[in-house]
T-cell receptor, first 110, second 115 residues
Framework: SQQGEEDPQALSIQEGENATMNCSYK?????LQWYRQNSGRGLVHLIL?????REKHSGRLRVTLDTSKKSSSLLITASRAADTASYFC??????????FGTGTRLTIIP | GAVVSQHPSRVICKSGTSVKIECRSL??????MFWYRQFPKKSLMLMAT?????????EQGVEKDKFLINHASLTLSTLTVTSAHPEDSSFYIC???????????FGPGTRLTVT
């Protein structure tokens, strides 16, 4: 079963704008990870945030985690056409098993 | 570092035949490998977890006799889809982890089409 629900399912923005994707989950987690997938490709790990962390940055990416609301957000600033992809959150509960969210399809319009 | 490969990247087979997909960790020893299935525009669904030298642990609803997993070494896991049917057509992705790395590294995926 899927742990995470992502919102929105699809997002189209102009190049240069910021993109925000949200992920909600149901049970307590060890950590939450965000992945990117280009069409028909494997997944690329973007960032991991642990349950005791609230915010993390990596380049143009900013991830927040609110364990009280069981939600996380991924912000991509100054978007580029190359950011067009599907983005998935994935939670880890206990062991290493990842449970993926439903994903957000992001389209950056040049 | 931490590169995972899959072979083949794309395969078309006839209904009733079996197909083997390989997943290799190229520059690290993968104590655990995971196999996922992804339908078009959908999320990844974990099929099974395999640990080197032991039997795979299958998720609920995944037929272990249909999806045979062998984790023969610390760098290789194989998924064999036996007696494939058109409904087995999907994108299969593996990932590998070394506990010291604390994250999973994904292969590029294999597109299986059963005709």
């Amino acid at each position: 079963s899927q742990q995470g629900e992502e919102d929105p399912q699809a997002l189209s923005i102009q190049e240069g704008e910021n993109a925000t994707m949200n992920c909600s989950y149901k049970t307590s987690i060890n950590n939450l990870q965000w992945y990117r997938q280009n069409s028909g490709r494997g997944l690329v790990h973007l960032i991991l945030i642990r349950s005791n962390e609230r915010e993390k940055h990596s380049g143009r990416l900013r991830v927040t985690l609110d364990t009280s609301k069981k939600s996380s957000s991924l912000l991509i600033t100054a978007s580029r056409a190359a950011d067009t992809a599907s983005y998935f959150c994935a939670t880890v509960i206990g062991n290493e098993k990842l449970t993926f969210g439903t994903g957000t399809r992001l389209t950056i319009i040049p | 570092g931490a590169v995972v490969s899959q072979h083949p990247s794309r395969v078309i087979c006839k209904s009733g035949t079996s197909v083997k997909i390989e997943c290799r960790s190229l520059d690290f020893q993968a104590t655990t490998m995971f196999w996922y299935r992804q339908f078009p525009k959908k999320s990844l669904m974990l099929m099974a977890t395999s640990n080197e030298g032991s039997k795979a642990t299958y998720e609920q609803g995944v037929e272990k006799d249909k999806f045979l997993i062998n984790h023969a070494s610390l760098t290789l896991s194989t998924l064999t889809v036996t007696s494939a049917h058109p409904e087995d057509s999907s994108f299969y992705i593996c990932s590998a982890t070394d506990r010291r790395l604390y994250e999973q590294y994904f292969g590029p995926g294999t597109r299986l089409t059963v005709t």
